[in-house]
């Protein structure tokens, strides 16, 4: 997977993501310091609807929790209202005051911890 190119006003479709992966951001901002797992998925617009996305963030919270996590952040771009419409309805808040510096909103979730996963 290719770097894109430095200017992100050139960006398009996944830019932003292969960006990501080619210069990660490990700073957590204090205001998401109780929710320290990161999550991300991302759904093409056939699967939404589904049940998809519910039963995928119900794994990723059940799998974090047997782990030992106390919380899950995730970063929403502000014009998504479909994904923090969904993020609401299972349980997700609105983190004010994370790290206004980017361009997204953050939202969040305590997890409550679990029996650990026998591997």
């Known amino acids: 997977m290719t770097d894109p ?8 479709g996944s830019d932003w993501a292969r960006h990501r992966i080619h ?8 205001a998401l310091a109780a929710y320290p797992s990161h999550g991300h998925i991302d759904l093409l617009p056939q699967a939404r609807g ?10 990723l919270e059940q799998f974090l929790a047997a782990s030992g996590s106390t919380g899950i952040h995730l ?5 998504n209202d479909g ?9 997700f808040e609105v983190v004010q005051d994370a790290d206004s510096s980017k361009r997204c909103v953050y939202v969040a979730k305590r997890i409550a911890h679990a029996p650990a996963i026998a591997g």
């Open 50 to 59: 589904r049940g998809i996305g519910r039963r995928a963030m119900a794994f």
């Open 83 to 91: 994904a923090l419409r969904f993020y609401k309805a299972i349980g």
């Open 75 to 79: 970063e929403v771009m502000p014009e």
């Open 23 to 30: 210069h990660p951001d490990f700073a957590v901002p204090p």
């Open 5 to 12: 190119e430095p200017d992100s006003s050139r960006w398009r």
